[in-house]
């Protein structure tokens, strides 16, 4: 692995913990303005916080160039920020989402968990053949392109502490390569299946596309249809407002303490998991690891299911949904303002060949397997769409294929329910045990 670099001269101005997520909400609107002069950004779902903070990212590696150092952070505010996401994502793991989906979310799910495997698989034969450290052709596999950046960002610690030099660096440069990737060959993948196999739509009415809408929906990845489906599933509050309070502001802070609640539980949660060791025949004892949020993302599981049974708390999810947008933005926005860029010096080369692999892995499985197993018809090609879009980028990126797709060939409605459902929220449940385990097994 490439070795650290220079050590950085001490800072001309600290921030405190306050500043630094201000200077990363700045950031952030930053990024927006940004993607409005530049519609490529939009077109390929560049979420505005990698953009705003990749600004200041660029800022610090020109001082680090001239020896001298601008600002220091103070970042202890990431890791409540991004368990707090997570634990929103943990929200949204609905059983009763996956029963209105039935067996075709199912079975979807299933693929997305084998492609997951093959990804770090793949990765590292790859990272192996050209001399590298396994770990790096996980952190270029599932880590970052089925989880994208802020899956990437969560485990870069744990790969940094394994001896993967620069994970956080390495994380995002992965990342926004899958998702500038996921958004080109989606659409073309389809659009191949379609003519090869001169499929059409069932029916000739013609509906209007789902829309991710807003630019902070694009940078979690939470498409609109997959909450309706929750709220749907979930039924009418048996819990009314306070009299006196204020209907928006009482479920707010209700949504609120339960994701708090589920935090505090969840930490106990991941210590025990934690703390947990297993055997492998033929390689030894290793202990479990995990990252800080899946004992958060657990609980809220548990919470979620629980209350769409009683409905005694009676959770929103799209309100849950926009607390995990806040939260993701401000925490991608303050990761990337300390990225340390010059680490991706000499690893260019190496990353990219993995990502190429990837990419192919990616291409070969949208072509047949997704394509075959989905039903080998309209909707199996759009949905092939939809894969590689999360698959190797966000659900934004596969929502943005699937739109493409149905304006020009007619509606998919099994593809809108199947795809989401999965890429926002299942994968990231079975993606955390998957990546656990490749570190767990290359990083002792």
Known sequence: MQPPGPVMAPPL???DVVQTVALGGL????????????PSLARYNIPAAVVGGMVVAFLT???????TTLLGFDTSIRQPLQIAFFTTIGFGASLSLLRIGGPLVAFFFLLSTV?????NVVGVMVARLLGEAPLLGVLAGSVTLTGGPATGLAFAPLFERAGVVGAETIAVAAAMMGIVAGGVLGGPIATTLIKRHRIRPVGAVREPPLRVGTDALAATGVPDRAEAVIEAAAGEPLVPTPKGE???AYALLKNLVAILVAMALGTWVSLWLNGASFTIPGIGTRQLTLPSYIGAMLVAAAIRNLDDFTRVISLSQRMLDDLGTVSL???I?????????????GLALPLTIILLAQVALIVLLCLWPIYRFMGRNYDAAVISGGFCGFMLGTTANAMANME????RYGPSPKAFLVVPMVGAFFIDFTNAIIISFFLTLWGA
């Open 13 to 15: 101005l600290t921030l």
């Open 27 to 38: 950031a952030l609107f930053l990024g927006y303005r940004i993607k409005k002069a530049i």
């Open 61 to 67: 590696l020109a001082s680090w160039s001239s020896g």
């Open 115 to 119: 492609a997951a495997v093959l990804q």
């Open 246 to 248: 204020d209907v928006e």
């Open 329 to 331: 933005a401000l925490f």
């Open 333 to 345: 926005a303050v990761s990337l303002m300390t990225l340390q860029l010059w680490q991706l010096a």
């Open 404 to 407: 493409t797709l149905v304006e």
